[in-house]
């Protein structure tokens, strides 16, 4: 404990308080951080660099010389020490979520002239994608393609005007208002001082299995928005996601798309394409089940993917979460699966025709019509299940039962509306 006091400079102001955001094997793990870290910076130790910096915590350009900038309370001298890193994880991973994201506000000013600018945000962007998707992706596709930053930067707004430029500024309060819209971002962004290599959270994109014949080309649901939707979810439910039914490959039909997902037991996650060029969709919590009025929990969600990336969670309004009107013949229960609202005035809602829909402001996920009109005409719908765990393990300790074949074809029955149809 000496030599430590003797490396350090005189005690900041700050220390002592934010010392006592940790437990003291939390501290010892932090002391041994740092000292290993100085260690690689130069032979004396005192001091953490810039580039070691970088390579651990894998955070670089612009974005990675900002964290470090603040860290070390702006002094340009390229000398981290142990107090500057106890007062800015107690800052920034121990705070009041203002203080955090206060702290982020201050992060995304890469240009350090008190303005986030939209340049600003994009080049954090760039750094965010470098560093969740795959290494393979990046080197074969280059840099991260327009098209899928400026879904991100689209949803937000610049709402302040910057004295004497031309450009306009995002706000705390327009941060705070994107972050609601993209967690994704908020969840990485809120993370940069976990190591990478133990699960940084806002890292972890789940891996997407599709059938054998099907042309990538053909599918919506690339890494960009998978990694978007995934951040409101658990990290169970990040692993794995396949499949289940797309219409230009199954057949643009309502009882295709039914005996397709029936299998699945765990959440799935509706995905459509309208003639618009508009791409939006659902997170279902519950099965795709036979009712004739609203049902789910308040797991469920709505997003947009393009032409920006918006999730709307619900808002605690109503429980009209999820619709699943099958063979009924009363024009008060509208034969579909939807999302949200009220009957005919749906948040999101898929006709058993499965050639038209609606979309509406509704107060149910305090989202707004997800297109550009409310009716909706689908050029592609499809639809992906996730993957758990423990739903592996009970399909291997079940598969090619009597008892599983049983469940299955009662599930359809279910859907149809035809395995109660005696009672």
């Not at 991973?93 to 000013?109: A, H, V």
């Not at 797309?246 to 029936?262: A, E, Q, R």
């Not at 990336?309 to 619709?323: C, E, F, L």
Request: with cysteine.
């Amino acid at each position: 404990m000496g030599n430590s006091q003797s490396q350090s400079p005189p005690a900041h102001p700050r220390f002592a308080s934010a010392s006592r955001a940790f437990a003291q094997k939390e501290l010892e793990d932090l002391r041994s951080l740092f000292f290993s870290l100085a260690a690689q910076s130069q032979p004396n130790g005192r001091h953490v660099s810039l580039p070691v910096f970088q390579a651990y915590f894998r955070v670089r350009g612009p974005l990675g010389e900002r964290l470090f900038d603040l860290i070390t309370q702006k002094r340009k001298d390229g000398k981290l020490n142990f107090e500057d890193l106890v007062i800015a994880k107690a800052t920034y991973e121990k705070g009041t979520r203002d203080e955090i994201e206060d702290f982020i506000y201050q992060l995304l000013d890469v240009g350090d002239d008190g303005n986030v600018t939209r340049s600003d945000l994009e080049s954090v962007m760039i750094t965010v994608f470098d560093s969740v998707f795959s290494p393979k992706r990046v080197q074969t596709a280059g840099s991260p393609k327009q098209e899928d930053l400026h879904i991100f930067l689209d949803s937000t707004n610049f709402s302040e005007t910057v004295q004497g430029h031309g450009d306009r500024r995002m706000s705390l309060e327009d941060l705070r208002r994107w972050f609601a819209l993209v967690p994704s971002v908020r969840k990485f962004l809120g993370s940069l001082l976990v190591p990478a290599d133990s699960g940084r959270p806002g890292s972890q994109v789940p891996r997407l299995s599709c059938w054998n014949n099907v042309d990538s080309g053909e599918i919506i649901l690339n890494e960009e928005y998978a990694w978007h939707i995934g951040g409101v979810l658990s990290e169970g439910e990040l692993e794995h996601w396949k499949l289940l039914y797309h219409s230009s490959l199954s057949g643009l039909s309502f009882s295709t798309f039914l005996g397709s997902i029936n299998n699945s037991e765990g959440p799935t996650i509706l995905i459509i394409k309208d003639r618009e060029g508009h791409i939006y969709g659902g997170y279902a919590s519950q099965p795709w089940e036979r009712h004739s009025e609203f049902y789910g929990d308040m797991k469920s969600f709505l997003f947009q993917l393009y032409p920006h990336a918006s999730i709307y969670r619900p808002t605690g309004a109503n429980r009209n979460v999820q619709w699943c009107a099958v063979n009924f013949t009363s024009e008060e229960i509208p034969n579909g699966i939807g999302f949200g609202g009220r009957v005919n005035h749906f948040g999101l809602f898929i006709s058993a025709s499965f050639d038209q829909g609606q979309t509406f402001a509704c107060t149910t996920f305090g989202s707004p019509c997800l297109s550009t009109a409310s009716r909706i005409l689908p050029e592609v719908i499809e639809c992906w299940g996730v993957v758990q765990k423990k739903q592996l393990e009970k399909q291997d300790a079940v598969k090619g039962t009597i008892l599983e074949r049983f469940k299955e074809d009662r599930h359809m029955l279910n859907m149809v509306g035809l395995a109660n149809s005696s009672e």
